[in-house]
């Protein structure tokens, strides 16, 4: 058994989906850091022709005489020459508060997803055990009615024997009865032949396996699972993945509260920025003719500072902060019945097994008594053959109890999975997955 619940663990392919759960949540708290060390850092940087300059010179003379010489300088398409282009922009968030307020938010994250795949591993491995009782019961049905229809086969030939012989001791009724009790009983054996085959594709897929042909066991036959621990204990070590999942959550509520509140504040980040251009153009200046000191392209800028910026949609901001809060506050309410009330279904799964062992113990004594009457005419039979035809009353009654005995065998380890998983403890209780001593 502890082999089906390993496997289960490791390769029940809805498992493996949960899993990415969990990556996503760890990424997005490795993620974090990354998003806040310089959010904003770019660099543009551009290259294209630049267009030429010509300045053109007018001279007027006043009504004074004076001259006066107007430059004016304009692009000329010819000659064109390269030009570079470069802009450097960085920001710098300062919110220490928020960045501290998110991590917590996203390791509490990373709980709640843990908790959550526990509580799916805990629910698949119940699952999968489910299908292993389910199979192993109906291999025990399988084999008691295969050998019941033998039997049957058998009183129906020495019945129809003496109807031929035209024995006294047998009616065509007797064979009539014993005809129609053979369709229960056929009818009792495809229902566990249907329910042995739909367990073993339900167990095959639990275990990742590719076909129901895959499966292979080693306990076929349904046994009673071992006693569980008595409620106290169960009580005592109650492990409930949901609370681990509503105390992770709480934490969670109470950072991003933290965060939507310190949103009020301004973002306040250092800042830098740094331009700088160049083009390469001759004649700019017939005047002067060093390009590289006189071109009007040419250009180196920068500043560097504190900066802040405040949302001014303040109610918007307040609004996000109380739905955090109450969203924080229905948690905690939640908390103050969530044990509670787990630990209450819990105890009512455990009064539902303790019923069933008293079901167990009625069965096996009317089973026994079964057995006892059919032995007892089967012994009457083997001394006087006439009365094969008593059989069939002891032999049905054995064969109804016989089935009542292992539906509650079956039915209590169902209880008994439902009390662990309802405690938590599924994973951990030596019954289901051994123990590592030697």
Known sequence: MSDIVRLTLEHQPQLAEDSLNLVKAQQQLDLLP???????????????????????????????????????????????????????????????????????????????????????????????????????????????????DVRVDSLDSAMQKKLDDDDDDVSQTDLFQLRMGRFELEKDLQEAILGRARAR???????????????????????????LPPLDTLSTDFAHPDLVKLKAGLDAKQALLDVERANLGPDIYLFGKFSYTKSWVENRNQANPDVLITDPLNNVSGMIGLGFTWHLNFWNQLGNVHSAELELQTLRRKQAYARKGLEAQMKDSWLGYRTLRDRIASAQKARDAAESWLHVVAQQADIDPSKSKDLVAPYKSWLDFQGKYWEA???????????????????????LVGTSEP
């Open 34 to 148: 990354r998003k806040v060390i310089l959010p904003e850092f770019n660099v543009s940087v551009g290259f294209g022709p630049a267009p030429g300059f010509r300045d053109d010179y007018t001279i007027d003379t006043t009504i004074h005489g004076n001259v006066v010489k107007t430059d004016t300088t304009r692009y000329a398409w010819w000659p064109l020459g390269p030009a570079f282009g470069t802009d450097i922009t960085v920001a710098q968030p300062l919110n220490v508060g928020r960045l501290r307020a998110g991590m917590r938010a996203a390791r509490a994250g990373v709980r709640v997803a843990s908790a959550d795949l526990d509580a799916n591993r805990q629910t698949q491995v119940k699952t999968a055990l489910e299908y292993l009782f389910g199979l192993q019961y109906a291999n025990r049905m399988v084999g008691i009615l295969q050998g019941a």
């Open 201 to 227: 594709e339900g167990l095959a897929f639990a275990l990742g396996l590719p076909n129901a042909d895959s499966l292979h066991l080693q306990d076929s036959l349904l046994e009673p699972l071992p006693e």
């Open 409 to 431: 065998v079956y039915q209590r380890n169902l209880a008994a999975l439902n009390v662990l998983l309802g405690s938590g403890l599924i994973l951990q209780w030596p019954g």
